[in-house]
T-cell receptor, first 111, second 114 residues
Framework: EADIYQTPRYLVIGTGKKITLECSQT?????MYWYQQDPGMELHLIHY???????EKGDLSSESTVSRIRTEHFPLTLESARPSHTSQYLC??????????FGPGTRLLVL | AQKITQTQPGMFVQEKEAVTLDCTYD???????LFWYKQPSSGEMIFLIY??????QNATEGRYSLNFQKARKSANLVISASQLGDSAMYFC???????????FGKGTRLSVIA
């Protein structure tokens, strides 16, 4: 079992608001990832990190930013939420071992 | 482009029957890893099974097994004795050599019928 947490689990917010989605893991994993997924659709990688002070952009530009100041924490920030950001956001982590574990996800609705 | 293909958008299976979910991949790398995840309607991604490109034996985990055919670049998931709780989306994914992030297929929605 993996110990990876995401908050909030559900968020309804108005257009133009700044939001931060939290992701934390207690396994000491160095690699962490953020994916965006519409219901029943494929996952799109939006950001990832190989360790502290390392961040990379993924395939999907979602007008978001991330930071990795601590190993266990990888927050995702949307500076100005738009209805097109409505989706599920999944955080994941792994070590140099093979298995990538996912958090429970945050479902975001932007009105 | 390196990618994963799942050709079955949806599948139905009778309870207690076996079902195979197809997955093919495209890579010129020799070293890679293949993963299957289950996503129930609640939304979380649950790791099911892993197959390394150099593993000679097909991976098995309980009722899940992976039919790995390296020359054909396929990694099909076999679920034996299907249960109603197996109804979910199933995603095939690949990690290429090095630290590259997982690449996911579009998924297959499996419905188990009583």
């Amino acid at each position: 079992e993996a110990d990876i947490y995401q908050t909030p689990r559900y968020l309804v917010i108005g257009t133009g608001k700044k939001i931060t989605l939290e992701c934390s893991q207690t396994m000491g994993h160095d690699k962490m990832y953020w994916y965006q997924q519409d219901p029943g659709m494929e996952l799109h990688l939006i950001h990832y990190s190989y360790g502290v002070n390392s961040t990379e952009k993924g395939d999907l530009s979602s007008e978001s930013t991330v930071s990795r100041i601590r190993t266990e924490h990888f927050p995702l920030t949307l500076e100005s939420a738009r209805p097109s950001h409505t989706s599920q956001y999944l955080c994941a982590s792994r070590t140099s071992g093979e298995t990538q574990y996912f958090g429970p996800g945050t479902r975001l609705l932007v009105l | 482009a390196q990618k994963i293909t799942q050709t079955q958008p949806g599948m139905f299976v009778q309870e207690k029957e076996a079902v195979t979910l197809d997955c093919t991949y495209d890579t010129s790398d020799q070293s890679y890893g293949l993963f299957w995840y289950k996503q129930p309607s609640s939304g979380e991604m649950i790791f099911l099974i892993y197959q390394g490109s150099y593993d000679e034996q097909n991976a098995t985990e309980g009722r899940y097994s992976l039919n790995f055919q390296k020359a054909r670049k396929s990694a099909n998931l076999v679920i034996s004795a299907s249960q109603l709780g197996d109804s979910a989306m199933y995603f095939c994914s690949i990690r290429y050599s090095g630290n590259t992030p997982l690449v996911f297929g579009k998924g297959t929605r499996l419905s188990v019928i009583a």
